[in-house]
């Protein structure tokens, strides 16, 4: 099974920071990488399928870059709606794995 | 609107026996593979499984912590797709989301769509 190893796990921001977010896969996955977001309480939404297409109607200060197996999430200037928990997902090959989640908090 | 809802979430004893529903609207579901993904109290997004559609023979994929246990099935006619849950743990407890994927030209589009998800509670 393909793992995928997230980091950070959690981390601390202020409104207008660059954050980075990055994705390992233990193997190659092409491009074959999603991201979402999740606010508490509320359904997970997809941010960027294919590694680096943004999903229609996401603000364009977010992006996706990477393949084969070190992928990265960037907000390029944080807001505050953006404090939430952003997840990776493989859909290389079965089964499909999430990474463990990165929780952005307010600094 | 496309719509995916829902139903059968329920406190269950281990050991137990539960089917969870999602009713799927506003787009051509039998194009579709469905998708069941579950989040348990606190924690991260796991897959669980999912149901291919007729060009792949309704072949269905498991994630290993429910493989034997789980069985997901797809009525096209009716729209919907199903997750009949044997032999509960509490480890099973969870909010169940059904979510849909495509497969466009060997590429699948995985999970932009998303319901509210249902409960499950497996407890004594």
């Known amino acids: 099974d393909i793992q995928m190893t997230q980091s950070p796990s959690a981390m601390s921001a202020s409104v207008g920071d660059r954050v980075t977010i990055t994705c390992r896969a233990s193997q190659g996955i092409s491009n074959h990488l999603d991201w979402f977001q999740q606010k508490p309480g509320r359904v997970p939404q997809r941010l960027i399928y294919a590694a680096s297409t943004l999903q229609s109607g996401v603000p364009s200060r977010f992006s996706g870059s990477g393949s084969g197996t070190e992928f990265t999430l960037t907000i390029s200037s944080l807001q505050p709606e953006d404090f939430a928990t952003y997840y990776c997902?493989?859909?290389?090959?079965?089964?499909?794995?999430f990474g463990g989640g990165t929780k952005v908090e307010i600094k | 609107e496309v719509q995916l809802v829902e139903s059968g979430g329920a406190l269950v004893q281990p050991g137990g026996s539960l089917r969870l529903s999602c009713a799927a609207s506003g787009f051509i579901f039998s194009d579709h593979f469905m998708d069941w993904v579950r989040q348990a109290p606190g924690m991260g997004l796991e897959w669980v499984g999912r149901?291919?559609?007729?060009?792949?023979?309704?072949?269905?994929e498991y994630g290993a912590s429910v493989k034997g246990r789980f069985s997901i099935s797809r009525d096209d006619s009716g729209n919907s797709v199903y997750l009949e849950m044997n032999s509960l743990k509490t480890d099973d407890t969870a909010v169940y989301y059904c979510?849909?994927?495509?497969?466009?030209?060997?590429?699948?589009?995985?999970?932009?769509?998303w319901g509210q998800g249902t409960t499950v509670t497996v407890s004594s």
């Open positions: 979510t849909r994927a495509r497969d466009l030209s060997g590429y699948h589009y995985a999970m932009d769509v």
């Open positions: 149901s291919k559609n007729k060009g792949y023979s309704y072949a269905t």
């Open positions: 997902l493989h859909h290389s090959r079965y089964p499909l794995t």
